[in-house]
């Protein structure tokens, strides 16, 4: 072993959904979602002035925190932006997760949190979900370092109330607490109005899901104006140029339209239902969803085996082989009413040849 070796930092990186090279998939492995982005998005794109990527991106990305900021009603220095959630969450990590005391998250949850853990040396715990899949929250209220969790939780889909959540936040004053919304348009109530009632609440989300902008890369944080500074501090510590020209001009513009936005988050929630009657029918079981994809397992096939069943049929759907307790369930993401009816006849289909 060469002596440099020894000071390498070595990382067992996290590992995406697979990005199929060819299109006639149906996807519904990465929660992507199925809609367009608002039609302002096109516009942007064929109107963009080229000349303009000469100079840097406005590294306060101000016209995107203020679009953001108007959506909820709150003030521009409540809002944080990045490259996806992913980067806001790895800043965060970076800037509030200082502690000895080991920060606390769901064994079976986000699988990016102990990556980032383990990289940037942050000690953790893991805190196991109950029988259904549930966060108990009282198992939230020791000592630690840091919180966080997604609501609703990845990739069971299972939702806390807000009650519940705030609880959690009540519980630890003393240590920053981050929920992770990727999916709480589906269905979930927001924490956010409760972050001018705690000053160590980070709400976190993204455009990838309920936006259709995945392919962007935009994610945002709000919290009281103090630990968004710190935030920016570290940010700005590390790259301050991190969301380019196209992508500002494309986000702003697609967050001023409450209509289109409300209007695709309805159809999938209404996809979401029907595809969870169809799949009782068909024995699959589940809990009770609120974001853009269902965690079900079949109690008569293994989920690797339904994973490669549905490979074949060109079903693309997320397995996760570990941990043990989650290895018979398909993460499978929320489409069109029309991908949902060729993914349960095919469901149907790959269940009916096993039994004959
Ligand atoms: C998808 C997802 C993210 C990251 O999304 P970005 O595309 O990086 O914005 C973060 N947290 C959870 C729980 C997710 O499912």
Redesign the pocket.
């Known amino acids: 072993m060469s002596n440099w070796e020894k000071n390498i930092r070595k990382v067992v990186p996290y590992v995406p959904g697979e990005q199929p090279k060819i299109l006639d998939v149906i996807k519904l492995n990465t929660?992507e979602n199925p809609y367009p982005p608002a039609p302002e998005v096109e516009k942007i794109l064929k109107e963009f002035n080229v000349d303009s990527l000469r100079l840097y991106p406005d590294p306060t990305v101000s016209d995107l925190v203020k679009a953001i900021a108007e959506f909820y009603g709150l003030n521009e220095n409540q809002v944080f932006t990045g490259v996806?959630?992913?980067?806001?969450?790895a800043m965060i990590f970076m800037t509030f997760f200082n502690s000895d005391k080991p920060i606390i998250f769901p064994d079976i949850?986000?699988s990016?949190y102990d990556v980032w853990a383990d990289m940037l040396r942050i000690p953790y715990e893991t805190v196991p979900l109950d029988e259904n899949f549930r966060i108990d929250a009282r198992k939230y209220y020791g000592e630690n370092g840091g919180v966080i969790f997604?609501n609703p939780n990845?990739p069971t889909g299972e939702l806390l109330s807000l009650e519940v959540v705030e609880d959690i936040i009540k519980n630890n004053p003393d240590v920053i607490v981050v929920v992770?919304e990727?999916?709480i348009d589906f269905g979930g109530e927001s924490a956010l109005p409760l972050i001018d009632k705690y000053d160590n609440l980070i709400v976190?989300q993204?455009?990838?899901?309920s936006r259709s902008l995945?392919g962007s890369?935009?994610?945002y944080a709000m919290a009281n104006p103090v630990l968004i500074k710190y935030l920016n501090d570290v940010k700005y510590s590390f790259n301050s140029y991190t969301m380019d020209r196209l992508t500002i001009e494309v986000a702003a513009a697609a967050v001023k339209n409450r209509e289109y936005f409300e209007e695709t988050t309805r159809k999938v929630i209404k996809t979401r239902e029907w595809t969870k009657n169809e799949l009782s029918k068909l024995g699959f079981e589940f809990g009770d969803s609120k974001s853009n994809f269902i965690f079900a397992r079949h109690p008569e096939m293994s989920g690797q085996k339904l994973f490669e069943e549905l490979k074949n049929e060109k079903v693309f759907v997320r397995h996760f082989s570990k941990p043990e307790r989650i290895s018979d369930y398909l993460r499978i993401s929320i489409g069109t009413d029309q991908q949902m009816e060729t993914l349960i006849s095919v469901l149907g289909r790959i269940l009916c040849l096993k039994s004959i």
């Open positions: 929660n996806g959630s992913d980067d806001v969450l949850t986000y990016f997604p990845a992770d990727a999916y976190v993204t455009f990838s899901k995945a890369r935009v994610g």
